[in-house]
């Protein structure tokens, strides 16, 4: 049976039950760790307390916002009780400033860069949405990945325009969420900044994509990013950046992904692109005037992509430690 389309409470107990199985999973589990001496050998238990689940970092932190984001939503479902207790257990002030320990070792550099980053900012949004302590308790690791963005971005002379983990555009689009909900006015300021000066100009993009390991759009994600930055200019940005949307092309970010085999790990990313691009393309044409020729387009391609790949949210670890947050970006109001 086809799953719902719209955030209901059947979807939303579904997605909270599949986050609540895998966010304390802590096997198999992929690190993201330099190792710089014998004392960094150790079980990642010990490095992460709060985020050890979910086959990796950054899809536990994902995981978590998942949890946070369908308790706000659906507060009635079943599942409630348990992700408060979770969360009760998780964010508490030692085990925070165990992973924002982590963060000072001397291989802690580039952990995460920049795709945890943006996620742990991510949830941290959304914590602020909730009548709870989970937001102040967290905050020392969100003003430690904070840091991290002033830091790093300066740095960056050109974007990371790819469809995994080093995107810029896809970090740097959940963090502005952050810095909105906190009114955060320097990171929004230097996030939009880099923004305007990697990809104001970027005309008549070719979309060069899927490539296979894929799970965002290039393309799209970029075009989402600038739709933070520009407002009421987007359109127009948007008309010189893919002139011929309307017509469909260039047809590949039209066309859901086909993914061969849900059993690995790589090749299952492309559900995941089908899903961030239902996100992307429901986005823009929400930022899109009524009467402009791509916005009936952009809305259908939405409908397909997610169409694509919501009966696929679980079934194979190799999705199911990930995916549920990708169809959330993509229904959540």
Known sequence: ????????????????????????????????????????????????????????????????????????LHPDIPEATGIRALFDDAFTPAKVAVETAYLSRPGSRGFERPYGWGWLLMLQAELLRHDDDWFAHLRPLADGFVARFHAYIPLASYPVRTGVHSSTAFAITLALEYADAIDD????????????????????????????????????????????????????????????????????????????????????????????????????????????????????????????ALDHVAGDYMGEHWLASFALLALRP
């Open 185 to 308: 006015h320097d990171l929004a300021a230097l996030l939009k900044a880099s923004l305007r000066r990697w990809h104001l100009d970027d005309v008549d993009c070719q979309a060069w994509e899927p490539s296979g390991e894929d799970f965002l759009s290039p393309a799209l994600m970029e075009a989402e990013a600038m739709r933070h930055v520009l407002g009421a200019d987007f359109p127009a940005w948007f008309d010189r950046f893919l002139p011929r949307a309307a017509e469909r092309l260039p047809a590949t970010l039209f066309t859901p992904a086909t993914v061969s085999d849900r059993t690995d790990g790589k090749i299952a990313h492309l559900d995941g692109l089908n899903l961030s691009r239902a996100w992307c393309w429901k986005n823009i044409a929400s930022a899109l005037p009524e009467d402009h020729p791509a916005a009936p387009v952009a809305k259908d391609a939405a409908a397909r992509h997610l169409a694509s």
């Open 1 to 72: 049976m086809s799953s719902s389309t719209e955030l209901n409470a059947e979807t939303a107990s579904r997605f909270a039950a599949i986050a609540l199985g895998h966010v304390r999973q802590p096997w198999p589990h992929k690190a993201d760790h330099v190792f710089m001496g014998a004392g960094d050998v150790a079980p990642h238990q010990d490095f992460h307390p709060i985020f050890f689940g979910s086959y990796d970092w950054h899809s536990c932190v994902h995981g978590y916002w998942t949890l946070a984001t369908l308790l706000r």
